[in-house]
Every structure is written in structure tokens, then in C-alpha cells.
């Protein structure tokens, strides 16, 4: 049975009791989450080398960071250096993006060096083997869309992007609109590509059944994917991500019924003042399922500071509600992210998840803040450093520009240190 049928059956497995210790819940609250949808658990039965994690309600905001190869850039090596930083620097997932090289060789190798949940697009290893046998993607049937689907699931990933809202009908509202960006989503976009040239609707929403049986033998988890997701602020909160939206929330709920745990994937550039409704809408919409996010980016125009307007609206997406920030890098829109950007990428959305908790007034996170607080007045840099959301970063620029005579403070004010004026009056 699947977490979903345990938990209405009454019965709390491991990973329930796993997920309740990590988030300081009690087992029934996290069952009683996975049974009504608005709580995951992110762990195919296959992928057995990771430990469970709980995305949702009253749990802590999650992180995502993407890697992975691209025919432009092949270098495997690198890209397993960026998934240890990614994990390193605090992500709590993996998604292997990779569209170049050997990709099942590749994926197994990410399931090795990162051990956190690993999830994929399967669509993009379907293309790519698509251009490596016929030329293209449009000529993929049915049968080796899921066979593609089913190799994921047989090597242990966890959770599945799958872009099964991407309809004739959602592509109705998309042709009339006039966005400026169209399709931005790859899996999106290569969906549409398939429905055109065979003039058929998306296989994924057709035979959703079937999905649902494949994943539910692995208990993994679908994430419903936001393949109409605006790719410009102006085109945020159109009729097509709507009509996507309505969708996804309907087949939310016949994966529920099937025993299949769902998350639902949400908009990518939003302006700073619908990112709340969004939230909300989603909520709605979608039977307060997990929401994640990928920023959302509250401008187009800072390419090489995307990882800053991504954590800007992810800062404002995780007070609203959101469950699980999809990081942005400062390469994004403009080439393969390397090892750094990964890095800054991961922290940036981790204090976009830090201040949308404490917005939320998340005790643990509260605490944190205070303890933060009282080491800053106390001169307890050690204590700092540990508490900091980067410690090697906050260590490094302290020592590379050391107070010249007194250690307790830092060179910026030095003997004019406000803290130890008060001290010393006292």
C-alpha cells in the first residue's frame, strides 16, 4: 500500500514517524496530512539510500535545486560536484534536468553522490532519445513516452514533473491571449510540439490512468507541472495558467482517489503584487495540495540577479502558503549554471524560505532568529557563524578584513561598535 493508503487505513508507517520527528510534528498530524492531500512524502520504494522528506502542511518550507547536463555543456564530473554543493549549502532535493550525454548513466551517479530525494522530467530523456532515433520528438508514441516514464520510476526517483495540464483546451486560452513569451517551459513546449504535429491531445492527460498505476507501484510522487507558467511579469495570471491551474486541481484529485501523492508546480514570473492570489488561487484550486514554486521572479529585466528576484517572490510566495521554493540561479536565462551559482542559488532561496516562515510565525524559526540575535549582542562570533544561513561565507568575510585592534567587534565600526559602547557603559 502507497502512504496515502496507510495513512487512511489508520495506519502510521516509518516514514511518517521519520517525517514527524524531522519537522517536531506528531505522527497523526503528518498522516492525516498524506491522507487529505495537502502533505507528501517524497520516497520511491525503489530509492531506498535516502531518508523520507515531508513537503506541506505545517512543515517547514523545502528547497530544490536543478542540475544537470545539456548538449551545449557535457562535463558529468561537474555536474555531480554542483549536486554536493547543491546539498552542501542546504537544498533538501535534486532535480537531474540533464538532456546530454548518457542520462540514465548520469542519473544513477546523481542518486549516488546526493543523498536527498532525486526528481526528473521525464519528457526531456523521451526527446532526447527521440533526436538521437527519429530526428524527433513529435514521433514518440505513447507506449515509449511511458516506458521512458517507467525506466525513472525503476531507478528510485522520487518525484516526477509531468506536464499533463498542457491540453487542446488550455491551448485554446494560450492562442488567444497574445502572451509575449508563449510557451517558456520545456517540457511544456515540446508537449505542445507532440499535440500539433500528431494533432492529438497530450497522451499524459489522456491516459492519466495509467500514470497513476505506475506511480502508484512506486508510491512516488507526481508533481504536476506548470507547462503554461508565465515566462514574462506581463503575461502572469492569464487565462491559459488558469485554465492549467483548474486542471491540475482536477487531476489532483483523481490521483488522490488512486492512492498517488501529488504536488502542483505554480508560475515562474510573477509581478511582486499577484504572487499572493496566485498562492491562494492555488490553495483553492488545488485542494490545498504542496505548492511549489519556482521563484517566482518579480522582474524580468536583472539577468546575472535572477537568484535575487527569484528570492524576492519566493520570500513573498512562502508567507503566502507555498510549500517548496525551486532555487534560481544568477546564470538563469543565460547559460549552464556552474558550481558557484548553484551555491548562491541554494542560499538565496533558503532566506526566502527563512523570512517566509518567520512571517508565518514558525516557532522554530522564531527561536532561531532570537538566538541569532542575543549571540550578535553578546560578540559571540562562533555562535553567529554556526546559526548563519551561510557560516563558510559570514567566517571568510570577516577574515579577510579583520578588526586591526580589538577581535570582539568587526573592522566596518570597529572601536565605534555600538554593542560595545553599550558594554562598556555598563
Known amino acids: 500500500m502507497t502512504q496515502i493508503e496507510q495513512a487512511r487505513k489508520g495506519n502510521i508507517t516509518e516514514e511518517m514517524r521519520q517525517v514527524a520527528e524531522a519537522e517536531g510534528l506528531h505522527p497523526q498530524e503528518v498522516a492525516e496530512a498524506i491522507a487529505n492531500g495537502t502533505a507528501v512524502i517524497t520516497r520511491n520504494i525503489r530509492h531506498e539510500s535516502t531518508a523520507p522528506l ?5 512543515m517547514r518550507i523545502k528547497i530544490n535545486a536543478n542540475i544537470g547536463t545539456s548538449r551545449d555543456v557535457l562535463d558529468v564530473d561537474s555536474e555531480l560536484r554542483k549536486a554536493k554543493a547543491a546539498v552542501e549549502a542546504g537544498a533538501h532535493t535534486i532535480m537531474d534536468l540533464s538532456t546530454g550525454g548518457d542520462l540514465r548513466a548520469i542519473r544513477s551517479q546523481v542518486m549516488k553522490v546526493a543523498n536527498v530525494p532525486i526528481g526528473t522530467v521525464p519528457i526531456y530523456e523521451a526527446s532526447a532519445i527521440a533526436l538521437k532515433n527519429h530526428s524527433s520528438f513529435c514521433y514518440m508514441s505513447d507506449d515509449d513516452i511511458f516506458g521512458i516514464i517507467k525506466d525513472h520510476l525503476d531507478d528510485g526517483v522520487d518525484f516526477l514533473t509531468v506536464h499533463c495540464g498542457v491540453t487542446r483546451s488550455s491551448m485554446e486560452r494560450l492562442d488567444s491571449e497574445g502572451r509575449i513569451m508563449d510557451v517558456v517551459s520545456r517540457g511544456g513546449a515540446l508537449t505542445v510540439a507532440w499535440m500539433r504535429y500528431n494533432d492529438r491531445d497530450n497522451p499524459l492527460f489522456t491516459h492519466f490512468d495509467r500514470l497513476l498505476e505506475l506511480c502508484h507501484a512506486y508510491d512516488a510522487t507526481l508533481s504536476l507541472g506548470d507547462g503554461l507558467r508565465p515566462g514574462a511579469t506581463a503575461d502572469a495570471t492569464d487565462r491559459a495558467q488558469v485554465h ?19 504536488m502542483i508546480e505554480g508560475p515562474g514570473h510573477v509581478p511582486l503584487d499577484q504572487i499572493e492570489a496566485n498562492v491562494v ?9 504542496p505548492f511549489y514554486v519556482l521563484g517566482p521572479l518579480v522582474t524580468d529585466r536583472a539577468p546575472g540577479y535572477d537568484h535575487i528576484t527569484g528570492a524576492i517572490g519566493g520570500a513573498v510566495a512562502a508567507w503566502a502558503g507555498a510549500d517548496f521554493l525551486c532555487y534560481v540561479t544568477p546564470a538563469e536565462h543565460l547559460r549552464l549554471p556552474n558550481e558557484d551559482d548553484v551555491r548562491q542559488g541554494v542560499i538565496a532561496s533558503r532566506i526566502a524560505a527563512t523570512a517566509g516562515e518567520l512571517a508565518r510565525g514558525r516557532a522554530d524559526a522564531w527561536e532561531n532568529e532570537r538566538k541569532m540575535s542575543q549571540s550578535r549582542k553578546a560578540l559571540d562570533w562562533e555562535s553567529m557563524y554556526s546559526l548563519a544561513l551561510d557560516p563558510l561565507l559570514s567566517r571568510k568575510m570577516r577574515e579577510e578584513a579583520p578588526p586591526t585592534e580589538d577581535d570582539s567587534v568587526c573592522s566596518m565600526c570597529g572601536e565605534f561598535c555600538a554593542i560595545k559602547v553599550q558594554q562598556q557603559e555598563k
Open 54 to 58: 515531508g513537503i506541506g502542511r505545517s
Open 244 to 262: 492549467e491551474l483548474i486542471t491540475l486541481g482536477e487531476l489532483q484529485q483523481r490521483a488522490l482517489e488512486a492512492g498517488v501523492q501529488v
Open 281 to 289: 488561487m492555488q490553495k483553492r484550486l488545488c485542494h490545498g495540495a
